[in-house]
């Protein structure tokens, strides 16, 4: 099983491997300074949807409108249309245009900076609030998704059941300078190689050393 001091050569190797795919929309969005408003937007409408399809439903919305506030007064058919063909994209219009009037009401129209005030916010999880948090306020906290929750378990670094737990152990043993950059990795690597179902063991760097848990079948 993977050793604790392990993960700093594991990551090594991950970010030498997904450099021949494009960042993620999310990550983007961070790397040209959007405001975290933008990224909890972005990552609602990524949720069940391809990258390039959040990206590009992002940019129609952000033509339109890039605030809580004008967000907010806005059509729900005008949002709508924007972000379509975004999965769920009728109930992620109500929940966007939800989230802003709360952010208006609540928040002053800021987008907040802690999980607790994020998790506040409709339909917002851990996964999206740690998102903001980090890639949108460049505060510490670890982003689990599914890729991350996966990964992890599938090294051997954790043994957990839930994102949720996988984060409280995260929290515990990942040293702090990969909580922010953590999510990134790994979501590109888990899409490109480390997939859900039949992993890309092959062409991996990393199969000399991962545990492979629970991988019964890979390319």
């Not at 492979?212 to 079948?217: D, P």
Request: net charge positive; proline share 6%; hydrophobic share 40%.
């Amino acid at each position: 099983m993977m050793k604790v001091d392990d993960i700093h050569v594991f990551l090594r190797l991950v970010r030498k491997s997904i450099k021949q795919w494009p960042v993620p929309v999310v990550g983007r969005l961070a790397e040209r300074g959007c405001d975290p408003f933008k990224i909890l937007i972005a990552c609602i409408l990524s949720l069940r949807t391809r990258d390039q399809t959040t990206a590009e439903a992002s940019e129609r919305l952000f033509a339109i409108s890039s605030d809580p506030y004008s967000i907010s007064k806005m059509a729900l058919k005008k949002i709508e249309k924007a972000i379509f063909p975004v999965g769920f994209f009728r109930t992620k219009a109500k929940q966007i245009q939800a989230i802003s009037q709360k952010i208006c009401e609540d928040f002053n129209g800021k987008t907040p900076d802690n999980i607790e005030d994020l998790l506040s916010l409709p339909g917002v999880g851990r996964k999206t609030a740690n998102l903001v948090v980090t890639v949108g306020h460049k505060k510490p906290g670890i982003c689990v998704d599914i890729h991350v929750h996966r990964i992890c378990n599938r090294w051997g670094y954790v043994a957990t059941k839930t994102p949720d737990k996988t984060e409280q152990i995260l929290r515990e043993k990942l040293p702090k300078k990969f909580w922010i950059p953590l999510n990134g990795l790994l979501v590109a690597f888990g899409q490109n190689v480390c997939t859900p179902i039949s992993p890309w063991c092959s062409s991996c760097q990393l199969t000399q050393i991962c545990a492979k848990v629970a991988v019964s079948s890979s390319r």
